[in-house]
């Protein structure tokens, strides 16, 4: 019976939607007998999905995507049990239902953009093709980033149990929707938070950044002893490809891609603060976002929660090491996180508590707090009623950049990582030289590698690449493996001490977990294979 059960909800995921999970302001996006003939209602619910649930990128996906990173740790104060502690600590198994309600979650993207996309295809609509291809990329780059190779579902009329692709031929089948969306989407957004080719083009840097680092610093370490059988190996390996292009390839493809949204219509807005306030939003969208998920005044508690994507305002507390990246006058700290303490009782929301502190307690008391409200006394609680991005013209600069010093050019490189450094340095338009100067002096890495990517972890905070980016570097164990648990003062650091000292171990003990494991619900009932290291239950 409990087989029959979960055989049932499988097929629900793949041949239904959800009401909840595609509600807009306006209701004909809902999937209905009514609408299953228009490629462009099917399309919006491909969108709509990423606001739907809490496992959406309101919350758990967020968790996933920073956690186990070297940028935030678990709020040990408040927990030291459960799965969100698994999820945060490396202590997760197949059973935590975290991972399995995001695995559903991705899914039911994938079927969404399917639907959009077999319509469109027998309509001849391409540029809505182009778009549904474009989000049935991402809800799979998002997969094979976290689980390594998965089933890859084409059509709405798949076998649901199509057995797991490996990760090459997933991270090629992305490339290919990505393609087609960059050759076929719009020039500009059809309405706000649509995506468009530069969209396709920003994503296609990011996975040719993936593969081409992936391969050359070795990410297969993390499997080493554990996956001895080929048909197990090649489902989180990035060696032995049939595809030949080479690294040096791949980082030719990320400038070649990179450069088409650098030299298009993007541009910095000049308030770093902007990206993440309510009363910054249009300005953002009109000349920095690429992607972003749009909130709903009328479907709140499917947007983000209040000063993030997730609930981290608690849960999570930044590390020692994160913090210790910025220099005080760069304008992005303030809008990182704050003191944990009560100022004006006029600025609580509910139990969240409205922050513009810039200093950071010596003890770790500290908060992450980087979307917020304009006004704190907000008729809308805890829930934001701003957009929040998901790719933003700088990571872009900050990938060319990348691309450009792996392909021989580290002037070229420099320069455009000056210009998201001076964004940083400014008031307004204006760039405050003495600033720019006292950041770049400390800054300043000899390994122009790894200043970039510390210059990435301070731009792109808690926006969900920091564990993507320590992986495809190489550096995942090792910042792991040099987070303190203790204060600056040398003291035992309450809040993120204990959290810190179970990812070290956890990962220690058992390394495969850099990839998360396959639900075990689905290795049961459609016969996966599991993920290396990780026992059948």
Same mark, same amino acid.
């Given at each position: 019976?409990?087989?029959?059960?979960?055989?049932?909800?499988? $097929?629900?995921?793949?041949?239904?939607?959800?009401?909840?999970?595609?509600?807009?302001?306006?209701?004909?996006?809902?999937? =209905?007998?009514?609408? &299953?003939?228009?490629?462009?209602?099917?399309?919006?619910?491909?969108?709509?999905?990423?606001?739907?649930?809490?496992?959406?990128?309101?919350?758990?996906?967020?968790?996933?995507?920073?956690?186990?990173?070297?940028?935030?740790?678990?709020?040990?104060? /408040?927990?030291?049990?459960? !799965?969100?502690?698994?999820?945060?600590?490396?202590?997760? +198994?197949?059973?935590?239902?975290?991972?399995?309600?995001?695995?559903?979650?991705?899914? #039911?993207?994938?079927?969404?953009?399917?639907?959009?996309?077999?319509?469109?295809?027998?309509?001849?609509?391409?540029?809505?093709?182009?778009?549904?291809?474009?989000?049935?990329?991402?809800?799979?780059?998002?997969?094979?980033?976290?689980?390594?190779?998965?089933?890859?579902?084409?059509?709405?009329?798949?076998?649901?149990?199509?057995?797991?692709?490996?990760? @090459?031929?997933?991270?090629?089948?992305?490339?290919?929707?990505?393609?087609?969306?960059?050759?076929?989407?719009?020039?500009?957004?059809?309405?706000?938070?649509?995506?468009?080719?530069?969209?396709?083009? #920003?994503?296609?840097?990011?996975?040719?950044?993936?593969? #081409?680092?992936?391969?050359?610093?070795?990410?297969?370490?993390?499997?080493?002893?554990?996956?001895?059988?080929?048909?197990?190996?090649?489902?989180?390996?990035?060696?032995? *490809?049939?595809?030949?292009? =080479?690294?040096?390839?791949?980082?030719?493809?990320?400038?070649?891609?990179?450069? !088409?949204?650098?030299?298009?219509?993007?541009? %910095?807005?000049?308030?770093?603060?902007?990206?993440?306030?309510?009363?910054?939003?249009?300005?953002?969208?009109?000349?920095?976002? %690429?992607?972003?998920?749009?909130?709903?005044?009328?479907?709140?508690?499917?947007?983000?929660?209040?000063?993030?994507?997730?609930?981290?305002?608690?849960?999570?507390?930044?590390?020692?090491?994160?913090?210790?990246?910025?220099?005080?006058?760069?304008?992005?700290?303030?809008?990182?996180?704050?003191?944990?303490?009560?100022?004006?009782?006029?600025?609580?929301?509910?139990?969240?508590?409205?922050?513009?502190?810039?200093?950071?307690?010596?003890?770790? +008391? +500290?908060?992450?707090?980087?979307?917020?409200?304009?006004?704190?006394?907000?008729?809308?609680?805890?829930? %934001?009623?701003?957009?929040?991005?998901?790719?933003?013209?700088?990571?872009?600069?900050?990938?060319?950049? !990348?691309?450009?010093?792996?392909?021989?050019?580290?002037?070229?490189? /420099?320069?455009? $990582?000056?210009?998201?450094?001076?964004?940083?340095?400014?008031?307004?338009?204006?760039?405050?030289?003495?600033?720019?100067?006292? &950041?770049?002096?400390?800054?300043?890495?000899?390994?122009?590698? !790894?200043?970039?990517?510390?210059?990435?972890?301070? @731009?792109?905070?808690?926006?969900?690449?920091?564990?993507?980016?320590?992986?495809? =570097?190489?550096?995942?164990?090792?910042?792991? +493996?040099?987070?303190?648990?203790?204060?600056?003062?040398?003291?035992?650091?309450?809040?993120? #001490?204990?959290?810190?000292?179970?990812?070290?171990?956890?990962?220690?003990?058992?390394?495969?977990?850099? *990839?998360?494991?396959?639900?075990?619900?689905?290795?049961?009932?459609?016969?996966?294979?599991?993920?290396?290291?990780?026992?059948?239950?």
């Amino acid at each position: 019976m409990k087989d029959c059960k979960i055989i049932v909800l499988l $097929l629900l995921v793949f041949t239904t939607f959800s009401c909840e999970d595609y509600l807009e302001p306006n209701p004909e996006s809902l999937v =209905t007998p009514e609408n &299953m003939d228009d490629p462009e209602l099917l399309l919006r619910g491909a969108y709509e999905h990423l606001r739907g649930s809490n496992e959406s990128w309101k919350i758990t996906t967020m968790m996933y995507l920073i956690a186990g990173s070297d940028e935030a740790t678990q709020n040990a104060k /408040r927990t030291q049990s459960g !799965e969100e502690w698994g999820i945060a600590t490396f202590g997760y +198994n197949t059973t935590n239902t975290m991972i399995r309600d995001v695995w559903t979650f991705l899914y #039911g993207g994938i079927n969404a953009s399917n639907h959009a996309i077999a319509l469109s295809k027998k309509l001849n609509k391409p540029k809505i093709e182009a778009e549904a291809r474009f989000m049935r990329g991402f809800y799979y780059f998002t997969l094979a980033t976290l689980h390594g190779g998965v089933p890859i579902i084409k059509t709405p009329d798949d076998d649901p149990f199509t057995q797991r692709a490996s990760l @090459e031929e997933v991270l090629l089948f992305i490339e290919e929707d990505w393609k087609f969306a960059f050759e076929n989407g719009p020039e500009n957004p059809v309405m706000a938070g649509r995506t468009t080719k530069y969209t396709a083009a #920003g994503f296609l840097a990011k996975l040719y950044l993936y593969i #081409g680092g992936s391969q050359q610093n070795n990410v297969d370490a993390a499997i080493e002893g554990v996956a001895s059988v080929p048909e197990v190996k090649k489902l989180v390996s990035f060696k032995d *490809w049939s595809d030949t292009r =080479t690294p040096e390839t791949y980082f030719q493809l990320a400038e070649q891609f990179a450069s !088409e949204v650098y030299y298009g219509r993007y541009s %910095l807005i000049d308030n770093y603060r902007d990206n993440f306030r309510k009363s910054g939003e249009d300005m953002a969208r009109s000349n920095e976002w %690429l992607f972003n998920i749009e909130a709903s005044d009328l479907h709140l508690n499917g947007n983000p929660e209040a000063f993030n994507a997730s609930k981290w305002e608690r849960e999570f507390v930044p590390t020692y090491e994160f913090l210790d990246l910025y220099v005080k006058k760069d304008t992005r700290i303030g809008n990182i996180g704050s003191k944990a303490k009560k100022k004006d009782p006029t600025i609580e929301i509910g139990n969240h508590i409205f922050f513009e502190d810039t200093s950071f307690d010596s003890k770790g +008391n +500290n908060r992450i707090n980087k979307w917020r409200k304009d006004q704190a006394l907000d008729l809308h609680g805890r829930w %934001l009623t701003m957009s929040v991005p998901l790719l933003r013209y700088s990571d872009v600069i900050l990938m060319l950049a !990348e691309a450009k010093f792996l392909n021989g050019d580290e002037t070229g490189a /420099r320069d455009l $990582l000056n210009e998201v450094r001076e964004r940083a340095s400014s008031v307004g338009s204006e760039i405050d030289q003495v600033v720019l100067e006292e &950041m770049n002096t400390a800054y300043f890495k000899s390994d122009f590698m !790894e200043e970039l990517m510390d210059e990435r972890k301070r @731009e792109l905070a808690f926006e969900g690449y920091s564990r993507i980016d320590l992986i495809r =570097t190489g550096k995942f164990f090792s910042a792991i +493996n040099s987070l303190t648990d203790e204060t600056s003062a040398g003291e035992e650091w309450e809040m993120g #001490g204990p959290s810190i000292r179970a990812m070290k171990e956890n990962l220690a003990a058992h390394p495969y977990r850099m *990839w998360l494991p396959i639900p075990a619900e689905q290795v049961s009932v459609a016969r996966y294979i599991q993920n290396p290291g990780y026992p059948i239950e």
